[in-house]
């Protein structure tokens, strides 16, 4: 019997990182679990400090999904988590990355979406109205490629090269 337990005490351990983490909320943030849309999704909110929806959304190998978010703050982002990964850094984020994220997912996991307000900032109020959209796109479209670099403009000081920086 004890054998039996632990056959089976193992197999459930062995199976548990095959499944997303929960999210780790922040204190008075609302979880609320999507489905990947059939059509446009059009998600309206706000970034209250300490009390804002976060979103997961589970998406399968393959399908290719457009994420945008827009608002009228400048203090008003969007990071974008993977569950089944197991640290706590953002795929995505709109500080850094855009206002949208256009890709088609590597394997089947769950996303978490986190619109915040950002604490670090100089701002008025506590928080921002903000719109997010969650686009299926078609099956076998590609992402739009990488933006072309914008030609080098005119500089009175010459680009450093490599051999300028060891002196």
């Given amino acids: ?3 039996l337990l632990a056959t089976g005490a193992l197999m459930v351990l062995s199976a548990l990182p095959a499944f997303a983490q ?3 909320l922040d204190p008075g943030e609302k979880l609320e679990k999507l489905q990947f849309p059939a059509v446009t999704m059009q998600i ?9 929806h976060v979103f997961t ?3 399968k190998a393959g399908q ?15 990071a974008i988590f993977d569950l089944s990964k197991g640290d706590d850094e953002a795929f995505f984020g709109t500080d850094e990355d855009g206002s949208v ?17 950002s ?3 100089p701002r008025r109020g506590l928080g921002a109205p903000y719109t997010l959209m ?6 076998g479209t590609a992402p739009p490629a990488a933006k072309p670099e914008e030609p080098q403009r005119p500089s009175l000081f010459p680009p450093k090269s490599g051999a300028d920086e060891e002196e």
């Fill in 134 to 139: 969650i686009e299926p796109q078609a099956p």
């Fill in 64 to 78: 290719h999904v457009k994420i945008s978010f827009t608002t009228r703050s400048q203090f008003a982002f969007l």
């Fill in 22 to 24: 929960a999210p780790q």
């Fill in 101 to 117: 994220l256009d890709t088609i997912a590597k394997e089947d996991t769950t996303w978490m979406l986190r619109p915040y307000y």
């Fill in 44 to 52: 309206k909110g706000w970034t209250k400090f300490g009390n804002s």
């Fill in 57 to 59: 959304l589970p998406v």
């Fill in 1 to 3: 019997m004890r054998k």
């Fill in 119 to 121: 604490k670090v900032s």
